[in-house]
């Protein structure tokens, strides 16, 4: 299939639909150019890409995205909500992949499956998948990054990424059927955040959180913050314990769990 060939996939709920090009500078451009030139009709409207040749995390990260080695797929939404209640929908599409992907890699798998705050899904401390919220004045895209067959190699690191795939002990799970599934579960849940709520999504995405307990460093744009993780608040923002006792509140950052470790590092 050409570079610029689109595909269409049609099991999903009524106003939702999936299209595929071969390959782009991100699923989130293609999203956000369709955002931008369809405003008030966008909503639904998703993207997967086999090749990302700018793929991008969340704080201006690179994002590796080689041809069929994972999942690259940016969701359209477009909330009557205040603005404020948006960065929640970080939250909904994290516990939507997580979902998602248990429903097709092997159950003796399941127990070893998390979510990381703000929004990343790992499978024994590893990365499976992450996700990055991008907004404009018109509404805002969910960009969802997959370990589908192959992780990408970082070099040195105590909990490489790994690959969905690896999680799967008959045949491989194809990036089509894994995008639909993906989508369907995003819907659903979009549902339920605009009639109940964020709150009720907040809850069902900390039951499958383990963090609380352990030992975190963040890196916030400012610093980074080392201690125990005390608790998700109601908005989603992190408590951390540090050592003197202070509990600090945390909106934003990137995590590492450093399990094995108590506090003072022993």
Known sequence: ?????????????????????????????????????????AEGRCFRVGEQTKGRGRRGKHWVSHPGDGLYLSVILCPKTPRYTWPSLSFLASLGVYKALLRHIDSQHHHRCTL????????????????????????????????????PDLGGIAHPPIAVNELVSEGKIDAGILATSLVAIIAELYAIWQ?????????????????????????????IIEGICEDIGRDGQLYVRRDDGQVVQITAGDVEIMRGRNASGD
């Open 1 to 41: 299939m050409a570079s610029g060939d689109i595909k269409t996939f049609n099991q999903l709920p009524s106003g939702w639909h999936i299209e595929y090009q071969a390959s782009a500078t991100s699923s989130n451009d293609l999203a956000f150019s369709c955002l931008k030139n369809n405003p008030g009709q």
């Open 195 to 223: 009639s109940r709520g964020h709150q009720f999504i907040l809850d069902e995405w900390c039951r499958h959180c383990d963090m609380k307990g352990n030992l975190v460093r963040i890196q916030t744009v400012a610093e």
């Open 116 to 151: 990381k705050w703000p929004n990343d899904v790992l499978c024994g401390n590893r990365k499976l998948a992450g996700i990055l919220l991008e907004s404009s004045e018109d509404g805002l895209v969910v960009g969802c990054g997959v370990n589908l067959n192959n992780a």
